[in-house]
């Protein structure tokens, strides 16, 4: 049976020090770290943190998860390729989105980000959200025929959201994980009390 590497690390919280946070985290032995635009975009980081990424992501994944903003305005549309752009200058793989894609025009800006990102050699992974849970198959199928798109699996989202529309099975974030369709391509490890998302550690709730 061949074995599968996986790299464990952290993300950037907005309000701390994230430079900090970084040298920690590698300090401790994580080998992977997400810049998380929470609240806040590329120019936000000062250049020494930007390089301090650079430097260390050959012996670091680095990732990217975009701001939490809906993807039908072209204003927005310009934030997320600034957020690209800043991944391919710290020479981040993945590239993961957490839109809501109600509209078609978010469609088609989906298609421009993810062009993009293949011109730059990242990977874009969509996340099932709240938002999206119910339908994320539909969603993900039209994005699916592009190499470079995967899933990012967030397993507190999972827990809280349903798996469709019509299911009436209590919720599960084991059952939701082997309903998806396409390529798991990042985790987003937390737990919860079933009900809220808690972002708590991943022994504590009601995951098992």
Do not use: W
Not at 73 to 94: P, Q, V
Not at 154 to 182: T, V
């Amino acid at each position: 049976m061949s074995r599968v590497h996986i790299s464990i690390g952290f993300q950037t919280v907005n309000g701390l020090d994230n430079e900090k946070l970084f040298r920690d985290s590698i300090e401790i032995g994580a080998t992977a770290f997400e810049v998380f635009f929470d609240g806040f975009l590329p120019n936000t980081f000062s250049q020494d943190f930007k390089k301090l990424l650079i430097r260390s992501s050959e012996e670091v994944i680095l990732t990217v998860h975009s701001p939490i903003i809906s993807l039908v305005t072209t204003k927005n549309k310009d934030k997320m390729l600034s957020c690209l752009k800043f991944a391919k200058e710290i020479n981040a793989k993945l590239f993961t989105i957490h839109g809501d894609f109600k509209a078609r025009k978010a469609f088609s800006n989906m298609k421009e980000i993810i062009k993009n990102a293949l011109d730059f050699d990242i990977k874009i992974c969509l996340e099932n959200t709240f938002i999206t849970s119910n339908r994320f198959n539909e969603i993900f199928a039209h994005f699916a025929n592009n190499a470079n798109v995967g899933i990012t699996f967030d397993m507190g989202h999972a827990q809280i959201a349903p798996i469709s529309l019509a299911s009436s099975e209590k919720k599960n974030a084991i059952r939701y994980l082997s309903s998806l369709d396409g390529q798991i391509l990042e985790l987003h490890a937390h737990n919860n009390n079933g009900l809220t998302d808690d972002h708590l550690p991943v022994r504590d709730g009601v995951i098992s």
